[in-house]
Nanobody
Framework: HVQLVESGEESVQAGGSLRLSCATS????????MAWFHQAPGKEREGVAA?????????YYSESVKGRFTMSRDIAKKMLYLEMNNLRPEDTGVYYC????????????????????WGQGTQVTVS
């Protein structure tokens, strides 16, 4: 049973940067799809970044974060990261890491129902 534990609540001013961390209880090398989701207040959870194993790591990003966010993983440390730059007030919300052994790819990486295991969520506030 895989468990994910995220880093704590963060606050930053617009234009600033943050790095979120997600510790996994299993080697990320056993996972095919790994992602970060954003849930803004009153809105549905949306995938913003993913790493999908397709013979090598393929990175996917939503249009809203492309060029500003970078997802990475450290297999040896069993960690996932989300580097967030040039943050905007609309980036405020709860961020979740998620993993699944199934492939998602470009079509499905942003769909919450494709991921079986979730972190507890961490609040990010951009003012």
């Amino acid at each position: 049973h895989v468990q994910l534990v995220e880093s704590g609540e963060e606050s930053v001013q617009a234009g600033g940067s943050l790095r979120l961390s997600c510790a996994t209880s299993a080697y990320t090398g056993t996972m095919t799809s790994m992602a970060w989701f954003h849930q803004a207040p009153g809105k549905e959870r949306e995938g913003v970044a993913a790493i999908v194993w397709e013979g090598g790591d393929t990175h996917y990003y939503s249009e809203s974060v492309k060029g500003r966010f970078t997802m990475s993983r450290d297999i040896a440390k069993k960690m996932l990261y989300l580097e967030m730059n040039n943050l905007r007030p609309e980036d405020t919300g709860v961020y979740y890491c998620a993993v699944d052994r199934r492939w998602t790819g470009a079509t499905w990486f942003h769909r919450a129902e494709r991921y079986a295991t979730w972190g507890q969520g961490t609040q990010v506030t951009v003012s």
